[in-house]
């Protein structure tokens, strides 16, 4: 049973790989699916700020019920390019201070 209330925690790799191995190691992405206790792992990838300009990295979103150590990964954007439907930013969002 998933909790009601999940955090959201949003991440930033220097790339895919990078990404899936460190989400593969914690057991967030598993050969089966998610771990236990997560709801949604979202893929953002590259970010365009503009026809010429990407943002620095590969992101990803995820939610979950537990606590996760990122280190530098974790990440508080100020112009965040998605939400989960039903929580604002500012609810679950867990800043990089905050783990």
């Not at 925690?9 to 989400?23: N, V």
């Not at 914690?26 to 979202?42: D, P, R």
Request: cysteine-free.
């Amino acid at each position: 049973m998933y909790s009601t209330n999940p955090m959201i925690f949003k991440l930033k790799y220097q790339d895919k790989a990078e990404a899936i191995a460190d989400l593969t190691a914690k057991g967030i992405l598993t050969n089966e699916g998610y771990g236990q206790g997560v709801h949604a792992v979202v893929e953002i990838g590259i970010i365009a700020l503009d026809e010429n300009t990407n943002a620095e990295g590969y992101h990803y979103d995820l939610m979950a019920d537990n606590t996760y150590d990122f280190g530098v990964n974790l990440i508080e954007p100020k112009n965040p390019k998605h939400a989960f439907a039903g929580h604002q930013i500012n609810e679950e969002y867990v800043p990089a201070e905050g783990i």
